[in-house]
Nanobody, 123 residues
Framework: QVQLVESGGGMVQAGGSLELSCAAS????????MGWFRRAPGKERVFVAG????????YYADSVKGRFTISRDDAKNSVYLQMNSLEPEDTAVYYC????????????????WGQGTQVTVSS
């Protein structure tokens, strides 16, 4: 069982930056692939970024490539999402998610979810 707690959301002007953090419980964090998803108002939840287990590969949605960076610190049982050059279209609730081992893009493949943190970007 893994419990995830996100933090770091808030309000920022367009062009600004925020860093989201996700702290995970459990002693086997390093064996989980981690993902960030977001749900904008009135829209479905979608993949944003991910980091695999046992590998150094990272994955990004086209809409955030070059602006967002995912990283993980297995010693701290944490994963981060550095968000730069934020746009009003990035406004959403951001969720951290975990799954055993192999990375996946689909939210249905993730067994564990945080409660979400709101990010609001004003123009």
């Amino acid at each position: 069982q893994v419990q995830l707690v996100e933090s770091g959301g808030g309000m920022v002007q367009a062009g600004g930056s925020l860093e989201l953090s996700c702290a995970a419980s459990g002693r086997t964090f390093r064996t989980y692939a981690m993902g960030w998803f977001r749900r904008a108002p009135g829209k479905e939840r979608v993949f944003v970024a991910g980091a695999g287990w046992g590998e150094f590969n990272t994955y990004y949605a086209d809409s955030v490539k070059g602006r967002f960076t995912i990283s993980r610190d297995d010693a701290k049982n944490s994963v981060y999402l550095q968000m730069n050059s934020l746009e009003p279209e990035d406004t959403a609730v951001y969720y951290c998610a975990a799954k055993i081992r192999g990375f996946a893009f689909k939210e249905n493949d993730y067994a564990y979810w945080g409660q979400g943190t709101q990010v609001t970007v004003s123009s």
